[in-house]
T-cell receptor, first 111, second 116 residues
């Protein structure tokens, strides 16, 4: 079945440094979503990418969808302490509405 | 405001007991999902439903069941709780919308279950 891997599992950065998490699917995806989960909280939707090669920006966050629609990345420029949390990608295959989540990347930002 | 609520938020039970976790959404979404979250595994899909009377197995469905008798509710039942089912459980709903992309997932606050 469809599998979604995410690396790294953990990342500690100094405040102001950049951060990137990568997501790889075993199968071609129809679209991919990204979520953020604060410690003790629930996942919250950030963005959805649909087109091959698509790039979207939200302030300091840049999201990319690979040309083959099998991988994606989230890049945060100049991290802040408010960026702390776990970032998940979630991929959807064709012919279904279910999303398979990656294992997540836990980000710690040191002030 | 529309919302999705889970209950109980915390539960401790014993091995072998039947447990039901409730999920209620007022978004009027057709799609509902149950995930479990464990360290190192992320969120794994247990069961999902695309509408009333529709249920489907996810990646880790063994030992769990769901039923969908109305649009608002998707209760998750552990038939005979096992220690391996100690986890945080999240319910989510979505509206596929006109684009057919599945829509964003709206998550509940989670239910922390401990099986002793």
């Amino acid at each position: 079945g469809q599998q979604v891997m995410q690396i790294p599992q953990y990342q500690h950065v100094q405040e102001g440094e950049d951060f990137t998490t990568y997501c790889n699917s075993s199968t071609t995806l129809s679209n991919i979503q990204w979520y953020k989960q604060r410690p003790g909280g629930h996942p919250v939707f950030l963005i959805q990418l649909v087109k091959s090669g698509e790039v979207k920006k939200q302030k300091r966050l840049t999201f990319q969808f690979g040309e083959a629609k099998k991988n994606s990345s989230l890049h945060i420029t100049a991290t802040q302490t408010t960026d702390v949390g776990t970032y998940f990608c979630a991929g959807r295959g064709s012919g279904t509405y279910k999303y398979i989540f990656g294992t997540g990347t836990r980000l710690k930002v040191l002030a | 405001d529309a919302e999705i609520t889970q209950s109980p938020r915390h539960k401790i039970t014993e091995t072998g007991r039947q447990v039901t976790l409730a999920c209620h959404q007022t978004w009027n979404h057709n799609n509902m999902f149950w995930y479990r979250q464990d360290l190192g595994h992320g969120l794994r899909l247990i069961h999902y439903s695309y509408g009333v009377q529709d249920t489907n197995k996810g990646e880790v469905s063994d030992g769990y069941s769901v039923s969908r008798s109305n649009t608002e509710d998707l209760p998750l039942t552990l038939e005979s709780a096992a220690s391996s089912q100690t986890s945080v459980y999240f319910c989510a709903s979505s509206d596929p919308g006109t684009s057919g992309s599945g829509g964003e997932l709206f998550f509940g606050e989670g239910s922390r279950l401990t099986v002793l």
